[in-house]
């Protein structure tokens, strides 16, 4: 398998300094800074064009207070990985625990944003033990910071700017660091009116630049070069833990990070379950196994789902379910474009389907009182698509009217699927417990859509093909 190019040059770059040879450790101003971030995709110009959005879509009196994740403790003193919470990284590219970056107008009349920030700094002991940060001096050399702060300083400085009385409102996302919150409420300065930021900066996330839909290309590939890996490594006897294994060991050889979310590897009766993760299970001859994967590049995420035969050959009712999923996933990919609705979308692959169900006496029942009682969600029972970008599952833009319509440069991960339980008496019994999921990233483009991950088969004579 060929590796792909790494994501964190600088990250490599640093790292190289921490191997010295200097047996009692460097210390102070011999320690090595660490080196500027992300050179393979940090753009200076995008960010701060992000925070220009930000300050144009706030009322002139209010400035913005946006914090990253907190660490957490996962048992006696050792942490929880730490990733950046989006929002966060989506306006400043900084990807530290313990920062807050006020955001700004430069002033009153100008919609160009100042950044203040508020990071770690590191000396001594900690710098020895934990290694390098960019502390202030970075924030501003690196991250287009106008002034930077060490983390202390937020409290006090924050007072100073709400005293002069020149800020109405905050608008914040103080729910995603509890610290913070705490810290800024009891600050004992008198607290302006505190907005919800969220809906702001998600509107803002749903159009994706060509840098990011790069990033979550490279996504794409690592993971379709897993699942091509999975394909030839499932039969029979095998774990799922092992196809969770393999997954993790080519995303860390390519450079990345951790997966988008948990692998879900359901064979047999944990593919009912949607968000199955326990991953323990040996695959038995005769059953599907349903995988779904996607990794991180640069903090951007892929979501891909296969169902596959674990003997490398669909039974037909396997293949008969498979197939349904399959059409209505071809022909929501034949209709995705801009102007369309997701709602559009999801009606054109629900209808096709439970059509499908109908005609061949798999289901009983009328379509018509299927859809009104909403009853054909025992078999549909997720939506149909979600956008991916910073996170797996990433905000669909809030329309006033509540559309949800389709723009150009959207990314969305599709994904029809069919679930049939054993027992449900209105399924066919040589259908229950046959179920199937196909799941592909598409990019909306000006006149319709290209799949991301066109490279990994979905066609059943090509799996098959392909596990053989
Ligand atoms: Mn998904």
Known sequence: MGKLKPVVLGFLLWSMFACSDDMTGPEGDEFPEKLAPYETYYDAATFQQRRDDLVGSIPSDAMAVIVTNDTYLRNGDVGYEFRPASHFFYLTGFDEP???????????????????????????????WLGPVYGPEGAVEYFGADSAYEYENFVPLVRLYLGTGS???????FETNQTVADSFYSSGAEIPTVVDVNGIIEKMRVIKS?????LIQQAVDVSV????????????????YEVDALFDYILRLNGCSRAAFPTIVASGPNINILHYDENQRQMQAGELVMIDFGTEYGYYAADITRTLPVSGTFSPAQATIYGIVLEAYQTVVQAAAPEVSYYALYNLSRDLMLDRLLEKGIITGNKADLIATYSYRRYIQAGLAHPIGLDVHDPFPREESGDKILKENMVLALEPHIYLYEGDLTVDQDYWDVCARIEDDILITAACCEVLSAELPVEIEAIEKLMK
């Not at 100008?110 to 020895?128: D, P």
């Not at 800020?167 to 996302?173: L, R, T, V």
């Not at 060509?210 to 790069?214: F, S």
């Open 167 to 173: 800020y109405q409102s905050i608008y914040a996302n």
């Open 210 to 214: 060509p840098l990011e839909i790069d």
């Open 225 to 240: 070069q897993a699942f091509t890996e999975a394909l030839s490594m499932i039969e029979p006897g095998v774990y799922e």
């Open 98 to 128: 313990n920062a807050v970056a006020v955001i700004r107008r430069k002033s009153p009349s100008v919609s160009t944003a100042e950044l203040i920030m508020f990071v770690e700094k590191r000396e001594g002991a900690a710098l020895q």
